[in-house]
T-cell receptor
């Protein structure tokens, strides 16, 4: 089974330029996450989708960041314009979420892609 | 809020040595606890997990026990190999919001 696919793996741009990252989750996974990982830190959630709905985007800097998951499968994260401080690794993850109302109070396991390393010059 | 604290600094040890990486947490609700590993140039991989108090997660010789009384989930391995060199992240999640809170990670370097 293929894992989470991300592209590109590396991206170097100049500040003020736009950039976009693409993610294809594991087949059948209805929940998709974008995380930001700064150097020497753990990942932090930017946005979570359940199918095509963004259900948690409270950490997404909406002045310059946007994301979409139009058909509930793959997703794109965009930054426009990029700033020097945006240099980081952008991780995508997916999970198969249990339906609401289930009695299984267990967190879904998230599976991560390799990430896109962004360098803003 | 939910948070995870990992011991500071990288860990360097010799092959076949005993490894411990400390992780403590603060959470509301009923958290699940995870250890993820990140090998050089690769994404995060789930190493093991525990979903309730006193559960022990284990995989590839690694173990961690969910200790509610000490709010800890320390990672251990009895005999490390060079191939275990990686960054290890402790993480916490609470059912309902699916947002994982990660620690800062610990770089582990195993010397032959």
């Amino acid at each position: 089974e293929a894992g989470v696919v991300q592209s590109p793996r590396y991206k170097i741009i100049e500040k003020k330029q736009p950039v976009a990252f693409w993610c294809n989750p594991i087949s059948g996974h209805n929940t998709l996450y974008w995380y930001l990982q700064n150097l020497g830190q753990g990942p932090e959630l930017l946005i979570r989708y359940e199918n095509e709905e963004a259900v948690d985007d409270s950490q997404l800097p909406k002045d310059r960041f946007s994301a979409e998951r139009l058909k509930g499968v793959d997703s794109t994260l965009k930054i426009q314009p990029a700033e020097l401080g945006d240099s980081a690794v952008y991780l995508c993850a997916s999970s198969l979420s249990r339906g609401r109302g289930t009695n299984a109070m267990v967190l879904d396991t998230q599976y991560f892609g390799p990430g896109t390393r962004l360098t803003v010059l | 809020g939910n948070s995870v604290t990992q011991m500071e600094g990288p860990v360097t040890l010799s092959e076949e040595a005993f490894l411990t990486i400390n992780c403590t947490y603060t959470a509301t609700g009923y958290p699940s606890l995870f250890w993820y590993v990140q090998y050089p140039g690769e994404g995060l991989q789930l190493l093991l997990k525990a979903t309730k108090a006193d559960d022990k997660g284990s995989n590839k010789g690694f173990e961690a026990t969910y200790r509610k009384e000490t709010t800890s989930f320390h990672l251990e391995k009895g005999s490390v190999q060079v191939s275990d060199s990686a960054v290890y992240f402790c993480a916490l999640g609470v059912y309902g919001n699916n947002r994982l809170a990660f620690g800062k990670g610990n770089q582990v370097v195993v010397i032959p």
